[in-house]
């Protein structure tokens, strides 16, 4: 979708929107979370009223796939739902309790007024680096 384009012609930029917030899936929290693939976006939370929600998609979910790409991590999904515009169709591959599932989603307008989760506690944690400029006797 060419921003450049829509300025041009609406005035305004599309901004397509899944309506989860979720968390990289990889080896080391899908054997300490117990999660049945070692790759994929996790959904934490789905929003009301978006085209996920709509889907059925649900917290604990783990999003494997859209369309055709395979989804390894948040920035996978969140790169291909960019490459969507709002009002297409999608299929999203989920795993869900054990099970492969797809579900057909149309692609939503990102709210203006939009308020993320503080999901701070689940992120990974900060660790600090070695001051290396300091001078060792």
């Given at each position: 979708?060419?921003?450049?384009?829509?300025?041009?012609?609406?005035?305004?930029?599309?901004?397509?929107?899944?309506?989860?917030?979720?968390?990289?899936?990889d080896?080391?929290?899908?054997?300490q979370?117990?999660?049945?693939?070692?790759?994929?976006?996790?959904?934490?939370?789905?929003?009301?009223?978006?085209?996920?929600?709509?889907?059925?998609?649900?917290?604990d979910?783990?999003?494997?796939?859209?369309?055709?790409?395979?989804v390894?991590?948040?920035?996978?999904?969140?790169?291909?739902?960019?490459?969507?515009?709002?009002?297409?169709?999608?299929?999203?591959?989920?795993?869900?309790?054990?099970?492969k599932?797809?579900?057909?989603m149309v692609?939503?307008?990102?709210?203006e007024?939009?308020?993320?989760p503080?999901?701070?506690?689940?992120?990974?944690?900060?660790?600090?680096?070695?001051?290396?400029d300091?001078?060792?006797?």
């Amino acid at each position: 979708v060419n921003v450049a384009e829509q300025l041009i012609t609406d005035g305004t930029v599309d901004h397509p929107f899944l309506g989860v917030v979720g968390r990289t899936v990889d080896a080391t929290l899908a054997e300490q979370e117990g999660l049945d693939v070692e790759e994929g976006a996790w959904v934490l939370e789905v929003t009301e009223d978006t085209g996920a929600a709509d889907a059925g998609v649900q917290s604990d979910d783990i999003i494997v796939g859209l369309d055709d790409n395979t989804v390894r991590s948040m920035d996978d999904l969140i790169l291909y739902v960019r490459r969507s515009a709002v009002g297409d169709e999608v299929v999203l591959t989920l795993w869900r309790d054990g099970e492969k599932i797809e579900v057909v989603m149309v692609v939503g307008q990102k709210p203006e007024n939009l308020e993320i989760p503080d999901f701070s506690e689940e992120a990974s944690p900060v660790v600090p680096m070695p001051d290396l400029d300091r001078d060792e006797e």
